[in-house]
């Protein structure tokens, strides 16, 4: 059996990261693994280092190659780096804000300075680029069952209510 080239790449992509666009502020977090060497032993050590800062561009699409530059000010000097978000490296990605933007690259953000490296745009709600769920027909099924017994407990509750309405009525009239 052999595998062609865009099976295996399809097979490779992570489906697990956000919907992420030029203008988003997003925190990338990073494996990094350290090797210190003393003497004959060596010591791995691994940490995760957060990257946070303004998504201004993004290549390759939906596919195994697609990177993003995110561009941050550390110390007053502009930074900027490229992740390839299909590396085993990237643990998560969270997206912090996002304004709508009207280019696909960012790249005039570069000559800014200050307050004006703030994207203008409006500020819209993060949780609609998060990655969705793959749902099982067993769990849509029980999330539909949930959904009518707590329909029915709560008319069961309403009709309990109107009875004592209707007999604190019934008491206040007969008095």
């Known amino acids: ?36 060497v003393a003497g004959k032993k060596t010591e791995t ?7 946070e800062g303004l998504v201004i561009g993004r290549k390759g699409g939906t596919g195994i190659n697609a990177t993003i530059t995110v561009r941050k000010f550390s110390g007053g000097i502009g930074v900027e780096r490229i992740f390839p978000l299909s590396a085993p490296t990237i643990e998560k990605i969270e997206i912090i804000k996002v304004t709508k ?15 004006a490296t703030r994207p203008k745009g409006e500020v819209v709600n993060p949780e609609d680029y998060m990655p969705r ?28 209510k109107k009875e004592v309405v209707e007999e604190t009525d019934e008491k206040k009239s007969s008095n």
């Open 133 to 160: 769920k793959e749902v099982t027909a067993a769990e849509e099924t029980a999330t539909e069952t949930a959904k009518t017994e707590a329909k029915e407990e709560t008319t069961e509750e309403t009709a309990e």
């Open 101 to 115: 933007v009207r280019r696909a690259k960012l790249n005039y953000m570069r000559d800014r300075i200050g307050k």
């Open 1 to 36: 059996m052999t595998v062609t080239l865009k099976e295996f790449n399809h097979s490779k992509t992570r489906t697990d990261l956000p919907d992420i666009k030029p203008g988003h502020i997003v925190k990338v977090y990073q494996k990094i693994t350290e090797t210190k």
């Open 45 to 51: 050590k691994e940490r995760i280092q957060i990257f």
